[in-house]
């Protein structure tokens, strides 16, 4: 199960790891919401140097154990708690989107339904990639879209973190914009017949 009042230990590198505990639902909100950087040829460059220095104020304010460490070792942290390796597909026949979301290897589960185009209008996000991750920079609406079109989820100890909630939203409408047709017939389990993952 996975649980946000169980501490972590990230290693740092050979010589550094530091013991943390995870980030509050507002500490992540102000963390994403803080980001900044800007949006060339629709890619995003973030400025390294001032979210380096918010990542060194948020670490010292979930820091259990371990030295002070700089700003590009604090983000390397920061973006630790925050690795995602989000899959899933639409069930056509129930109408669900079923997710897994895996988090310093726990696996969680979600049921969604199908966001409808005016709830996407309303989302307003900007989505591009890091990496293979999808990230959306407006969290807060992620977060309540998240809730709006919940239905169930599996694998926590406690409520689903509001980071998990926007990488969930992030990796979907990455996936709607990328294929606007892609959930028309995808399979509830892709192992079992042919259809495109999330």
Known sequence: MFDVNEPATIVVNETCRVRVRYPTDSEWLAWSAGQTGKMRDGEWTPNVAENERRAVKLFKTIRLDGPQINGRQAAQVIDSLDDLDISGC????????NVDLVAFGITTQHILRLPTPRELARLGVTVHRKGFRR???????????YDELYGS????AGAVPVNHKVGIIGSVVGRITDDPQAFQCV????????GEEI
Request: glycine share 6%; no cysteine.
């Open 187 to 194: 399979p509830l389990n892709p192992s079992e017949r042919p």
């Open 153 to 156: 989820h599996y694998g926590y």
């Open 90 to 97: 639409f069930d056509r026949e129930r109408g669900e989107l």
């Open 135 to 145: 990230i959306v920079r407006s969290v807060a609406p992620a977060a309540a879209l």
